[in-house]
Nanobody, 114 residues
Framework: QVQLVESGGGLVQPGGSLRLSCTVS????????VAWYRQTTGTQRELVAT???????RYAGSVRGRFTISRDNAKSKVYLEMNSVKPEDTAAYFC????????WGNGTLVTVSS
């Protein structure tokens, strides 16, 4: 049974940093691409960043240069390093794994406010 658990969310001031973690179980993480999405109330989930099994990364224009996605297959974790955060980064952040089907975690809330 594949499970994804996000952690690391919280309150951060504008300009600050935060690192989100996605812990994966039930599957060999090295075999699967993973993405981070975010969602605010009343909107659709927005793709933030993707990391392929090769380590290739892709970012939404709104976070490129500020966020970094990475993976540690040995620890079965995927990270989202968020730097220079802005109030508009406030959202629930979800990780998604592309396996035989799509698997989602339950999300972690990030609030950017002074």
């Amino acid at each position: 049974q594949v499970q994804l658990v996000e952690s690391g969310g919280g309150l951060v001031q504008p300009g600050g940093s935060l690192r989100l973690s996605c812990t994966v179980s039930g599957i060999d993480l090295s075999m699967a691409p993973v993405a981070w999405y975010r969602q605010t109330t009343g909107t659709q989930r927005e793709l933030v960043a993707t990391i392929l099994t090769t380590g290739t990364t892709r970012y939404a224009g709104s976070v490129r240069g500020r966020f970094t996605i990475s993976r540690d297959n040995a620890k079965s974790k995927v990270y989202l390093e968020m730097n220079s955060v802005k109030p508009e980064d406030t959202a629930a952040y979800f990780c998604k794994l592309y396996g035989d089907t799509e698997y989602w975690g339950n999300g972690t809330l990030v609030t950017v406010s002074s």
